[in-house]
Every structure is written in C-alpha cells, then in structure tokens.
C-alpha cells in the first residue's frame, strides 16, 4: 500500500510526471517500487556491508568485522574473501549479461552470413569491413553476406578459450595494455573469464582477496573491451550508426488518441521489427478501425535508448518509470525483451487493460504473455505482436487515461562517428578546445535509477555542476534520459554551460550532454576515449576524463565501473556498492588501484561534492598534462548533507 500522499512523492522524484503518476498509484491503491523499498526497510546490514555468504551448504553465514559477532564463515572465510567472492560474482553476472545481449547480436549476424533471415541486412556495410579489417578478415572480392559469416565465426572465437587477447581490447592505447599484460588482467575469452569467475568463487578455490579483484577487473574488461563492445558494434553493422536527431522524453511522449506500444529492455533485435512492424499500412489501417488516430512507440530503459538513437523514437522514460507508464492508462502493450524488467510490472498491468509481452525464451515473466522471438521470422512476428496491441486499444478505459506532462525535447544520436563527423573528421578541435581550456575535461555520466536516491537528481545536479564549469558530459542508459526530461541534451542548453564549452557547443549546434546511447553503448566512451588517447600518444588514465554512475543499481553497472576504471578512468558511484565490510577491499579499490590502473572509486551521493571531486581531479590530470589548471584545492568541497530518499 501506497504510504506517502501529495508533495511527499516530490521527495521520491526531481520530475513531475513520477509525481503525478504516484498519486494516481496511491489513490488507486497500486503498489510502487518505492513501497516496496518501504517494506524492506531496514536492509540488512550484512548484506550492504557485504559479509553475508551463501554460497555453499554449511553456511549461510555472516561475519561481524566491525563487531563481537564471528569473525569468520564455517569455512574459516573472513570478511576481505566473501567481500571480494561476492563483489567478483557481482561483476561476472553483470558482465554476462551485456555479453550474452551481444552474443544474440552476433548470432543474429552470423544469420544474414548465412542467409538464415528474412528481416536482417547490413545497414553499414563500412562499419562491417572495418571491423572485418580488425580481425583479420579478408575483404577484397568477398560480399557483405560473406563478410558477416567469416567476421560472425571470428567474433564467437572471442566468446571461446582460443584467444590469449580479445581483438577489440587491441583498441586501447599500447600502455594501457601493458598494464593489463603486467597485471595479468588482459581480457582472454569472454565466456572464460566469466566461469572463471564463478569458479574462484566457489568455496575453497581463490582465498586470496587481492587475487579475486584482480580477476574482477579481468572480468569487467572482457565486457567492456569484449562482449559490451561487440554488442555495440554489431548493433550499428545491423541497424546502423546513430547520428543526430532530435526526438522527445518523458511520459508525455505517449498519445491519447493513438495505440501506445512501449518497447522495455536492452535488446534492438525485436524493437527493430516492432517499428517496421507498426509503420505497415495494414496494421495503422486496423488502428485505425479501432478508433486510433495511429500507432505510437515509446521507448523504456536501454531498448528505449537503443531505438532513440537510431530511429528517433521517444523515450517514455527512465527505469523508475515502467510502472508508472502503465498507471497513465494508455499504454496498449509494453514489450519487453530482458534486463532491468521488474516482474512488478505484469501486476501493474493487471491493473489496467495493458498486455505486458514478453519475447525473448531465457527472459520469462509470470501473468505476461509470450510470443518467443525467432529471428528468423523476425517480420512475422513483429507484425503479431503489434497486431496484438493494436487489438487491445478497444479495451482501453478513456476515463482512465491521464498523460501529465508535455514532452521535452531532446537531441540524440552522438555515436563516436557522428562525434568526429562533427568535429570535421578529426579529434583535433576537441583536443584544442581541452587544450585551451575552454572545455576543462570530460564525463560520462551513466547509469540507472535506484529509488534509494531521489530519482534523477543524482544524475541531473551533477551534470549541471558539470557544464557549468566547462565539463563536457557524455550520457548513456538511464542517466541520459534524467538528462534529457531536465532539458539539458538540446542545442539551447548551451546557455546552462560555462562561457567555454557554452561558446564551443553553440559554434557546432550542440547540445552541452551528448547522448551516446544504451548501457552497452558505454563502449562508444571507451572508443572515444582511446582515440584520444592515441591521438595525443598517452595513456587513457592522462586523460582529464571521468565517469559516474549516480544513481546505480544493477550489477551491470558494477561491472561497467569496473572497466572503466580497469581501462584509467577514475569513476564516482553515487550508491555505496556492498564492500564496506572489508577496509582492505574498500582501500584497494578506493586508492590501492591507483598503483594498479591509474584510477580509482571514489563513493560520493551528494551530486555537489561528487562534482567537486570530479573537477578536483580534472584539474589534477590537466596540470600533468601541462595544460593550464586551476588549483585542484581551491575548488570548494560543499558540506556533505543526507539526501533525502
Ligand atoms: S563458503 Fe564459507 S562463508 Fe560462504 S556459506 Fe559456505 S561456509 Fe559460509
Ligand atoms: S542504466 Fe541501469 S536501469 Fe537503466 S537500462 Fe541500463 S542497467 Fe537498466
């Protein structure tokens, strides 16, 4: 039951369409993922400080550093080994999923190889042969067809144990590998490391904390450089390099008088179909039957980000929201493909007349229906299930239909391409524009919402303290849509910059944020930033860059911030990840892998005082540059205040 009524939903949100959508849902009587945090409350304090162990039968157990309770498992692990066990399962889960999303891209390719669909092409036959000339494949004389079979078998080597290095991490600058050589982190086989993984997790295999980290960052660099990237890549041969448009954000992007189908996931393989499908004269001719002005998409989460990038389709929100849709009464199918899905939402549905379909096999929910996605006949069925939602407009209830806010405009589509496309070809203008000073530095700010953190304000205050002062931001996932809603990813949020990145920002039509997609697409930064990197002959870790993940919640992310900073990238979490148990583990990661990775974690939940240490270290990296640098010192650290949850 819905606990909190009128502006006490603001504490829970920056944005009003969350607002006016949780009173409905508390008037309703509908239940919320922040009820249910409610209902959790307190959180079990072993779990958050990550000394809770239940991997095998003798326990579970838990160990009290901090206290007079054991100090050990019934297997004689202490505190830093089931830290670090349950951190390194954390990065293998996250880091499977990205790769087993590209993996499903892959096989896809390796389809249109074969000539085993009916719907796949090559939208990017110049992506296809470059990255062929990546991996050795021979091009000359040879069809795209032939190309993506001979390119698709070489990728499933690097899911393989054949390979000593994964090609794609052959990207990073040569001393960024020779870190990873040195510390025996260079990513092998994408699926070796991850059952690597779970195997010195079992119990009694790798007891030694530091060892297991260092397996962590092995992991996560497997995805980054490995399964995250291929995702990406392939993504753009299959369905085509995003460039900039202009679309719209928040919920007010769905219609009152048309079929609203909202595309949920991280998967573009049937969000593809789904808008061919709904742009076929047949179905908007049964819609239209029905009593709808059309067929609308909206997009939710990465799946979301993934079809706005490309396609220009709106974006009804973030991951807070996949309830919320709902509650407007006007959605007519959500469709979801995997990740970040709350099973919440088919109860939701029942609520309401909206069909939640689920497609893909290894991504089952209870109370939705399932139309099993079969490439092959992709067409097919993406005509199904659009049919399916269009037949369900009927049974909308009008009265039940509220959409409460107007969309915001957004530009989208910053690929790394499209980046250098506008820059006239060459990093050249950037690197001076740093150079000069007129933009200090770079962020990414990425991530999801975790309703432990007022939603979007962890992504929105940090961004802004961030243009503000000449810090360019690069957004992907749900990071990029707190952005977008705020109004800070449009041309003429230049204005909100400081005088140099405003100025650069307005002489190329640019917004200050630029979004560069999908939570997998936080491989285009890596790419971005090693092209820098090489451009200027120096290391990633040289670089006056940084990331933050503010308002994290799911392993990936964990997984995510681990090759950022494995790659020398310092990363600010706005969420404490469950390792505080351990004060080895938490130096380590916190000022030990400096040593290692020239970068660290820093925890930090006040947007303000994060942006202070981002600049701080910006201004650092700038004066080892020999760039001119404002004293790192001399940036004020605001008082640390409780965020109110
Ligand atoms: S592995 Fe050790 S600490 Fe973990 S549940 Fe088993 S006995 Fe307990
Ligand atoms: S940013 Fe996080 S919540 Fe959003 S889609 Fe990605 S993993 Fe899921």
């Not at 996949?322 to 006007?330: F, K, R, S």
């Not at 506008?422 to 700010?445: S, Y």
């Not at 990633?540 to 860059?545: E, F, K, M, N, W």
């Amino acid at each position: 039951m819905a606990t909190l009524g009128g502006n006490g939903f603001k504490r829970r949100s920056i944005t009003s369409d969350t607002w006016q959508m949780l009173e409905i849902a508390h008037r309703e009587g509908i239940e919320t993922v922040w009820d249910r945090l409610a209902k959790q409350e307190p959180q079990c304090g072993y779990c958050n400080l990550g000394t809770s162990c239940r991997i095998c039968a003798m326990g579970p157990c838990r160990v009290d550093p901090f206290g007079d309770g054991p100090q050990k498992g019934v297997c004689g692990a202490d505190a830093d080994i089931i830290v670090a066990r349950n951190l390194l399962r954390m990065i293998a889960a996250g880091a499977s999923s990205h790769s087993d999303h590209g993996r499903d891209i892959l096989e896809t390719l390796h389809r249109v190889g074969e000539g085993k669909t009916d719907v796949y092409k090559i939208t990017e036959p110049g992506k296809l042969r470059r990255l062929a000339a990546e991996y050795g494949v021979e091009t000359d004389g040879k069809s795209d067809q032939q190309i993506a079979a001979a390119l698709a078998w070489e990728m499933m080597e690097d899911y393989g144990m054949r390979r000593k290095k994964l090609p794609l991490a052959g990207r990073a600058p040569k001393a960024r590998q020779e870190i990873w050589e040195r510390t025996g982190t260079f990513p092998r086989g994408i699926d070796r490391e991850n059952v690597e993984a779970l195997h010195r997790t079992h119990m009694g295999v790798d007891n030694d904390w530091v060892n297991l980290l260092l397996h962590g960052a092995r992991t996560g660099l497997s995805d980054g450089w490995g399964g995250s990237m291929i995702a990406t890549e392939l993504s753009d041969v299959l369905f085509g390099v995003p460039t900039p448009k202009t679309s719209s954000m928040n919920l007010g992007v769905l219609k009152a008088d048309e079929v609203n189908i909202i595309l949920h996931g991280h998967n573009p393989m049937l969000s593809e179909v789904i808008v061919a499908a709904a742009q076929d004269p047949e179905m908007i001719k049964l819609a239209e039957e029905k009593g709808a002005q059309g067929i609308n998409l909206a997009g939710l989460c990465c799946t979301g980000n993934e079809v706005l990038m490309r396609k220009g389709i709106p974006m009804a929100g973030n991951h807070l929201m996949q309830e919320l849709a709902i509650v407007t009464g006007a959605v007519e199918a959500m469709i979801v493909d995997y990740q970040c899905i709350m099973p919440a939402v088919t109860e939701t549905a029942k609520c309401y007349h909206t069909k939640v379909i689920s497609t893909f096999d290894k991504a089952k929910f209870p109370g939705a229906e399932h139309i099993s996605f079969d490439p092959a006949r992709g067409r097919e069925i993406g005509v199904q299930i659009v049919r399916l939602a269009v037949e369900n407009y009927t049974n909308r209830v009008p009265d039940r239909v509220f959409i409460p806010v107007e969309p915001e405009p957004v530009m989208v589509g910053f690929s790394v391409e499209a980046i250098l496309g506008a820059l006239g070809g060459t990093p050249d203008p950037l690197v001076n524009a740093i150079k000069e000073g007129k933009i200090r530095g770079a962020v990414g700010v990425v991530g999801c919402n975790n309703p432990k953190i007022r939603q979007d304000l962890g992504h929105v205050e940090l961004t802004k303290r961030l243009i503000e002062n000449d810090i360019l931001v690069v957004v992907t996932g749900c990071a990029a849509v707190a952005n977008g809603k705020a109004g800070l990813m449009v041309p003429e949020a230049a204005e909100k910059a400081g005088g140099g990145l405003g100025a650069v920002c307005k002489a190329l039509g640019i917004p200050p944020v630029l979004h560069m997609g999908s939570c997998v697409d936080n491989t285009r930064i890596l790419v971005l930033a090693a092209a820098l990197a090489n451009h200027l002959g120096v290391d990633i870790s040289a670089l006056p860059l940084a990331g933050a993940a503010p308002e994290w919640y799911s392993e990936k992310a964990v997984a995510i911030g681990c090759y950022v900073v494995a790659s020398g990238i310092y990363t600010v979490l706005g969420i404490a990840p469950p390792v505080f148990g351990s004060p080895n583990v938490v130096k380590l990661l916190t000022q030990g892998l400096q040593d290692v990775f020239g970068a660290t974690f820093a925890v930090e939940p006040d947007p303000e005082r994060a942006a202070a240490l981002i600049r701080r270290h910006i201004e650092r990296k700038r004066a080892a540059l020999g760039l001119p640098a404002l004293d790192p010192e001399k940036i004020a650290m605001p008082q640390a205040e409780l965020l109110p949850v």
